[in-house]
């Protein structure tokens, strides 16, 4: 994988997105050129319309990342990358469109748009067609060697097993006399130069997943691997590098300590993330004032009770705060209590189902943004009494709120629909990735993915 601003991204990807922006450049120039050629027009140079080839490749592919293109299953699966392409190209025609009429036209001619749009599609489906199967060889995963032979080896070899794995096992090396989870494992003792085996197998990183480390570090052996170029890992950064999540089985606070995150250069991040906020916030609650306005007057047809819905949640450093939101659930769901949401919920309302789906009831928490309370981008924010029993209940709880929460998140475009203890646990895990690792790349991810979510209703309602 390259880290990409803080951000592990999969070679495979990189190497697709490449080509992909090589093939939107392409299809746009030879657009307009046929375009021109038909009105007998001078299409001049490319660097002449340099500009316009740059918008459309950047509209296209912000569209594409926005949809899913570039997720796991569109990288293993031809039909859904067909049907996420034909999605994001669509969308991104109507934002140029939308783009074009605000500059005033004659920027992007719709003829042109027509034919970039059909010759895209083509031109990025053959791409998948073509290079699809070689990202999917063994030849472009990286080979790895597990020293370990337990629970911790054996999740790692669960994980390699998924076909959108970037990694795969060539071997486990049996550290301890414990008795081994993974039976092909080869005894330490077995191996006469583990350096040189490492080298016979041609692996290029070695993960030490070892269930007790007391006694059984192999110090020597992972100096020698180290210096002969080899990329040596912790489980627990592996895991994380892999899944884009904090594993809190295996972390402790050392690790949270020692390894790479947190960092005090951010500061300059969170100054740009503020104004950002603030200018964003603005415009949106400008342009969505009428939407708030009708849907406010719907949800009091709709069902008794008061339009908006006010309350109680735990925001930066553990500060309450009120954050409003359309209502959606009757006026007596919780006249037992607080409760988890569940899926199908029976309080919701008729108009509740629709708004929570297309996330507009989610609108009137800009103003909460506005103030500085919360961000676009964040940890969910949580309710104060399932704070409380959380951080009793799950280890580093509390270090999620070091960070702002916000209207969407990693969390939210990761981890699917769920309200639990359990789930709480995985969201966290994400949670502490993006407080870990944040940086406006990731941000920017985040926003555009949420488009993806919004469209095939995925993650936290």
């Known amino acids: 994988m390259i880290r990409l601003f803080k951000h592990y991204i999969p070679h495979a990807v990189i190497l697709l997105g490449l080509i992909d922006i090589a093939l939107l450049l392409a299809v746009g120039d030879a657009s307009w050129r046929l375009r021109a050629s038909q009105i007998g027009m001078d299409p001049g140079l490319m660097q002449d319309r340099a500009w316009q080839m740059i918008g459309y490749t950047t509209v296209i592919l912000a569209a594409m990342i926005s949809v899913g293109v570039y997720g796991a299953d569109a990288l293993r699966s031809m039909r859904f990358a067909t049907a996420r392409i034909l999605v994001a190209i669509s969308l991104g025609i109507i934002g140029l469109i939308l783009l074009d009429f605000l500059m005033g036209g004659g920027n992007f001619w719709r003829s042109t748009l027509a034919y970039a749009m059909f010759g895209s599609v083509a031109a990025l489906v053959i791409n998948r067609l073509v290079i699809g199967g070689i990202l999917g060889a063994s030849a472009f995963r990286r080979r790895v060697l597990v020293l370990g032979a337990g629970q911790r080896a054996d999740r790692l070899r669960k994980l390699s097993e998924k076909p959108e794995s970037g990694f795969v096992i060539v071997g486990y090396v049996m550290m301890t006399e414990s008795p081994p989870v993974v039976e092909e494992a080869i005894a330490r003792s077995a191996i006469h130069n583990l350096t040189r085996f490492v080298e016979n197998l041609g692996a290029s990183e070695v993960v030490l997943a070892l269930e007790e480390r007391r006694n059984s570090l192999p110090l020597a052996d992972l100096l020698r691997i180290k210096t002969t170029g080899v990329h040596v890992n912790d489980f627990s950064s592996f895991i994380e590098r892999e899944t884009g999540r904090v594993d809190l089985d295996s ?118 943004v506005l103030k500085g309370e919360m961000s676009f981008v964040g940890p969910r924010p949580e309710r104060p009494e399932f704070v409380a029993d959380l951080e009793e209940q799950l280890p580093f709880y509390a270090e999620r709120h070091m960070v702002k929460p916000g209207i969407t998140g990693w969390a939210q475009i990761n981890y699917p629909y769920g309200a639990s203890t359990e789930d709480s646990r995985h969201k966290l895990e994400y949670d502490l990735y993006y407080a870990k690792n944040y940086t406006p790349f990731l941000d920017l991810l985040i926003l555009l993915q949420t488009l993806r979510v919004v469209l095939w209703h995925e993650g936290a309602r």
């Open 251 to 368: 972390v402790n606070p050392s690790w949270l300590i020692f390894s790479d995150g947190f960092s005090s250069g951010r500061a300059i991040s969170s100054v740009a993330k503020r104004v950002f906020d603030i200018a964003a916030s603005s415009l949106l609650l400008g342009l969505s004032a009428p939407v708030i306005a009708v849907f406010a007057l719907l949800v009091k047809l709709d069902s008794r009770g008061p339009a908006f819905f006010r309350q109680n949640r735990v925001g930066l450093f553990g500060q309450p705060f009120d954050v409003i939101k359309l209502r959606s659930m009757r006026t007596d769901a919780e006249a037992n209590g607080a409760q988890w949401a569940i899926k199908d919920d029976p309080r919701v309302t008729r108009l509740g189902r629709f708004i929570r789906k297309t996330r507009i009831d989610e609108l009137p928490q800009t103003w909460s």
